[in-house]
């Protein structure tokens, strides 16, 4: 699953994205409004983690153009206000959820996973091809009957090429996906997730576009 963080507070943004990268999440994290409205037009993200207290674009006038522009993404509120009519602004803004600061990180992990729940299984059917079921909504999969046990990275990725049968993926764009813009990753690890995944179901199923990148067939 990969997170925007938008906190312009320096030291919690670095502790609240190590706290959700242990967890398996990629988290990109951005420190103002004007640029997390250009990273949401341009890239796809599970989930929005957001302060309201942000330079250049407050919070709200992100949730704002957010939801006008049609976005059901699941968006949970930061913010050190803890003002009954701020948590109300928050909410009619487009907010899912909120947490005022300061709050723990296990309370954190725990409504962002309720979110990701509420929204799979809102939005998010079966996905079904070649003797896989995958379960966006439990993140669960199984293989010809059998439940396979992933990494949540390997998870992620499945995910991705069996819901584009057919559509070629770069090498970048994957890394990308599961490492987000600055979580350093191998040279070769995308390669050691293919490799996994080819063994845990079956060799065919993901093939290599020599020079360019990954996709399962149609």
Request: charged share 25%; hydrophobic share 45%.
């Amino acid at each position: 699953m990969r997170l925007l963080l938008v906190e312009d507070d320096l030291p919690l943004g670095e502790g609240l994205r190590a706290g959700l990268q242990a967890e398996g999440y990629t988290v990109d994290w951005l420190h103002d409004g004007a640029s997390a409205v250009h990273a949401l037009r341009s890239e796809t993200f599970d989930l929005l983690v957001l302060d309201l207290g942000l330079p250049r674009l407050s919070g709200i006038g992100v949730l704002q153009q957010l939801r006008n522009s049609g976005s059901h993404l699941p968006v949970l509120i930061l913010t050190a206000r803890d003002e009954p009519r701020d948590r109300v602004a928050g909410l009619d803004a487009g907010a899912d959820d909120y947490l005022a600061k300061p709050f723990d990180l296990n309370e954190l992990k725990a409504r962002i996973r309720a979110l990701l729940r509420r929204s799979a299984g809102r939005g998010r059917a079966l996905i079904e091809h070649a003797g896989i079921s995958l379960d966006p909504a439990n993140q669960q999969v199984h293989f010809q009957g059998n439940l396979v046990a992933l990494t949540p990275k390997e998870y992620l990725l499945l995910h991705e090429l069996l819901a584009h049968p057919g559509k070629v993926f770069t090498r970048e764009r994957l890394v990308q996906l599961l490492y987000g813009w600055d979580e350093e990753a191998e040279s070769n690890t995308l390669e050691v997730h293919i490799s996994h995944l080819r063994k845990k179901l079956f060799s065919e199923l993901i093939r290599t576009v020599r020079g360019i990148g990954y996709l399962v067939e149609a």
